[in-house]
C-alpha cells in the first residue's frame, strides 16, 4: 500500500548508531541544570558543603523510610525547576527510578507533579540510564524539555535489602554505604553549558560473583565492558576524557575495575574517579568501601561534576553509573549478582549554544 | 571464681564464634541457628549440663545454652510424661526466654520509632 | 569447562583474594570482651536470684528475662548496633542477640501494620531460630524416648 502519497521524505536523520552499541547525537543535548538534595551522612562528607540542600532528619518530615524517598525527589525535582523558573507543565517527559520494589518511591514521589512518566529500574544504574534515555528522547525530537530523578534512602534500602537498621551486625569491609538523596536532571535543545554528545547503554555482564555485600566486584566488570565499549564505538583514548567516573565501585571495586580495563591494555588509572569513594570520608564516616545506591551517582553529578564541566574545568567526562541487578529471592534463591553499567559522554559548552 | 570462668567460657564461645562470621559468608541468622542446634546436640551428648555446672551463665547465656536448654526441657518431660513430653518439654523449659523477648520487642514497637543507623 | 567459564572462575577467585577483611584477631578479641561481660552480667543475675534461694532453673529464667529486656531497651535507643559493630559475634551470640533480632524488625516494620508488619516481621530471624530449635530438639527428644522405650 502506498498509501497514495507516493515517495515518502526522508525523515532528518538525528542520531546515528556507532560501533556496537553507542549513539552518537547529530545535535548534543544539553544538559541544563541540575539539583542535588542529600542525607545528614552525606553531607558530612567530602561534598557537603556542595549539595544544594542538606536534611537533618532522615524521615524528612515524613512517617516512614519510603515517604522520605519519596518526598526527596520531589524536592529534588522542584528545586531544578525552581533553579531554570520552568514549570512542571514545560516538562514532556520523566525519567526516574529508584531501588525499593515496584519503584515506589517515584511513583508515589512524582504522582501530583502531572508529568508523562518512564519509571525505570536499574539497580544503582539507574541514573546513567535515565539520561540514556530522556538524551535520546530529547534527541529523536520528541520532547524540548525533559526531566531526569534518581534517588536512594539508607533506611528503606537497608530495610529492604538487609537488616532493620536497628539490628546489631558487623558489616564487611568490602560493603558500601546507601547514599540518602537524590539528583535531578533537566535536558533540553539548547541553553546548557554541559552537553550529552554520545551515550554507550550497557549490557548486564556477570562473573556469577554472589557476595552481595561486594557489590563493587559484582559490577566491576560490567563498567569495564561499557567503558571499552565506549573506546572502541568513539574511538577513543582514555585521555580524551578529562575524567572517566564510574558510580559505587568503591575502593574494592575500583581496583578490579582498573586491573580488567589494564588486563585489555586500557590505562585508565590517571582518569579515573569513583562516585562512591567521592560522597564519603572512608578513615572518619566509618563507610568501608564506599557510597552506593541510585542516589550516590546521581547526587555527585548534580553537586561534583557538572559544576565542573560548567567551569571548564572539565572538558569532556565520561559519566558511568554502574548497578547490582539483585533482589532478595534471587539472592535467597541462590543466584548471582549479574552487573550492568552505562555510559553518558558529558562536554563543557562555553557557548550555551548549538553546535 | 564462678565470675571469672563465666567471663571466660562465655567470651571464648563468641570469639570462636567470630571466626566464623568473618572466615564464612555464613548471615548472623544462620549462625544463630546453627548455635542453638549445636547447643540441643550438646546437651543429647551429655557434654553441655557438665561445662554449665563449670560455667554457669558463660554456657549459659550464649545460645547454645539456648539450645541445650530446649533438649533438657524435652529429656525432663519426656520422664514425667512419656511421648506427649517430646511436644511440651522444649517451649515449657524455654517459656521465659521466648516469651520475654516477644513481649518486651511488641512493647518496644509502641514506644519507640526506627532510627537511623550512624 | 569453557574458558569464558574459566575466566570467570578466575575472576572470582582474585575477588576474594583482594577483597579486604576485618583484623580477625581484633574482631575475637572485641567477641571475647563484649560477649564475655554479657555473660558475666548473666553470672551477676544468677548469683543474686540464688542468692534470695530461688532454684537454678527459675533463677535460669530470671537471668534470661532480664538480660532480654536489656537488650531490647538498648536495641529501642539503637545503642546495641553500636556496641554490635564493636563486639561482633559477642553481641550476636548471647540470648541478647536473639532478643535485639526480635526487637529490631518489631520496631523498624510497625509501619506496615500490627498484622503483616509487626506481626510477621517479629518472626524474621527469631522464627527459624525457634523452628529448627524446636524441630532438633524434638528429633533428640525422640531417640531418648525411644531408647528408654526399648529399654522398658
Known amino acids: 500500500m502506498e498509501g497514495g502519497t507516493g ?40 561534598l557537603g558543603d556542595r549539595f544544594d540542600q542538606v536534611f537533618e532528619d532522615p524521615f524528612f518530615g515524613k512517617a516512614t523510610w519510603e515517604e522520605a524517598e519519596s518526598a526527596i525527589q520531589r524536592a529534588a525535582l522542584e528545586k531544578v525547576l525552581e533553579k531554570t523558573g520552568m514549570q512542571e507543565k514545560e516538562i514532556r517527559f520523566l525519567f526516574g527510578g529508584d531501588l525499593l520494589g515496584q519503584l515506589i518511591a517515584t511513583s508515589f514521589g512524582v504522582k501530583e507533579l502531572g508529568i508523562p512518566l518512564f519509571g525505570l529500574y536499574g539497580a544503582c544504574s539507574t541514573c546513567g540510564e535515565a539520561l540514556c534515555l530522556a538524551a535520546m528522547t530529547v534527541a529523536g525530537g520528541f520532547a524540548d524539555h525533559v526531566a531526569v530523578v534518581t534517588s536512594s534512602h539508607f533506611g528503606g ?47 548486564i555482564v556477570d562473573y556469577g560473583v554472589k557476595d552481595s555485600l561486594n557489590m563493587g566486584a559484582c559490577m566491576a566488570p560490567a563498567a569495564a565492558d561499557t567503558i571499552e565499549q565506549n573506546l572502541k564505538d568513539l574511538k577513543r583514548k582514555p585521555e580524551d576524557y578529562d575524567r572517566i ?8 571495586g575500583k581496583r578490579l575495575l582498573l586491573e580488567l580495563l589494564e588486563e585489555k591494555g586500557i590505562r585508565i588509572k590517571e582518569q579515573h574517579m569513583d562516585c562512591g569513594i567521592e560522597i564519603f570520608d572512608q578513615e572518619k564516616q566509618d563507610t568501608h568501601s564506599g557510597g552506593s545506591g541510585c542516589g550516590c551517582s546521581a547526587v555527585t553529578l548534580a553537586a561534583l561534576i557538572l559544576p565542573k564541566l560548567v567551569s571548564g574545568e572539565w572538558k569532556r567526562v565520561l559519566f558511568v553509573p554502574t548497578g547490582a ?16 553499567a552505562h555510559a553518558v559522554v558529558l562536554e563543557h559548552n562555553e557557548t550555551g549554544l548549538q553546535q | 571464681m564462678e565470675y571469672i570462668h563465666a567471663f571466660w567460657v562465655g567470651g571464648l564461645i563468641c570469639a570462636l564464634v567470630q571466626i566464623l562470621l568473618d572466615r564464612t559468608k555464613l548471615m548472623p541468622g544462620r549462625v544463630m541457628v546453627l548455635l542453638v542446634c549445636s547447643g540441643a546436640v550438646l546437651g543429647f551428648l551429655g557434654i553441655y549440663e557438665p561445662l554449665k555446672a563449670f560455667a554457669g551463665a558463660g554456657a549459659g547465656v550464649p545460645l547454645l545454652g539456648f539450645g541445650n536448654t530446649l533438649y533438657q526441657g524435652i529429656r525432663k518431660a519426656v520422664d514425667e510424661e512419656g511421648f506427649l513430653g517430646l511436644f511440651t518439654g522444649g517451649f515449657t523449659a524455654s517459656a521465659a526466654g521466648i516469651s ?8 518496644a514497637s509502641l514506644v519507640f520509632q526506627p532510627k537511623m543507623k550512624e | 569447562m569453557d574458558r569464558n567459564e574459566q575466566r570467570k572462575q578466575q575472576y572470582r577467585d582474585y575477588v576474594e583474594q583482594v577483597t579486604p577483611k576485618h583484623n580477625l584477631l581484633k574482631n575475637m578479641a572485641g567477641a571475647f570482651l563484649t560477649g564475655g561481660t554479657i555473660c558475666l552480667l548473666g553470672q551477676v543475675i544468677l548469683n543474686f536470684c540464688k542468692a534470695q534461694g530461688l532454684d537454678p532453673d527459675v533463677a535460669g529464667s530470671w537471668c534470661s528475662l532480664l538480660l532480654v529486656l536489656g537488650s531490647v531497651i538498648l536495641t529501642g535507643f539503637n545503642l546495641y548496633p553500636k556496641i554490635a559493630r564493636f563486639g561482633g559475634a559477642g553481641t550476636l551470640v548471647p540470648i541478647t542477640g536473639f532478643a535485639n533480632s526480635v526487637a529490631a524488625p518489631a520496631i523498624e516494620y510497625q509501619k506496615e501494620g500490627q498484622i503483616f508488619g509487626i506481626g510477621c516481621k517479629i518472626f524474621t530471624i527469631a522464627g527459624p531460630v525457634i523452628l529448627y530449635g524446636i524441630i532438633t530438639s524434638w528429633g533428640l527428644g525422640l531417640i531418648y524416648w525411644a531408647f528408654g522405650f526399648l529399654r522398658g
Open chain 1, 7 to 46: 515517495k515518502v521524505e526522508e525523515k532528518k536523520k538525528q542520531a546515528e548508531m556507532t560501533g556496537k552499541q553507542s549513539i552518537r547525537f547529530d545535535e548534543a543535548v544539553h544538559l541544563l541544570c541540575a539539583a542535588s538534595i542529600a542525607g545528614k551522612k552525606e553531607g558530612e562528607g567530602p
Open chain 1, 157 to 203: 534500602a537497608e530495610k529492604q535489602f538487609r537488616f532493620p537498621l536497628e539490628y546489631g551486625n558487623q558489616r564487611p569491609l568490602s560493603a558500601t554505604w546507601t547514599v540518602t538523596g537524590a539528583g535531578a536532571f533537566l535536558l533540553g535543545k539548547r541553553g546548557g553549558k554541559v552537553r550529552i554528545p554520545e551515550v554507550t547503554p550497557g549490557k
Open chain 1, 245 to 252: 567516573i564510574t558510580g559505587d565501585l568503591g575502593y574494592v
Open chain 1, 325 to 340: 541487578l539483585l533482589s532478595t529471592v534471587s539472592y535467597n534463591e541462590g543466584q548471582s549478582v549479574p552487573g550492568i
Open chain 2, 100 to 107: 520475654a523477648a516477644l513481649i518486651f520487642s511488641y512493647l
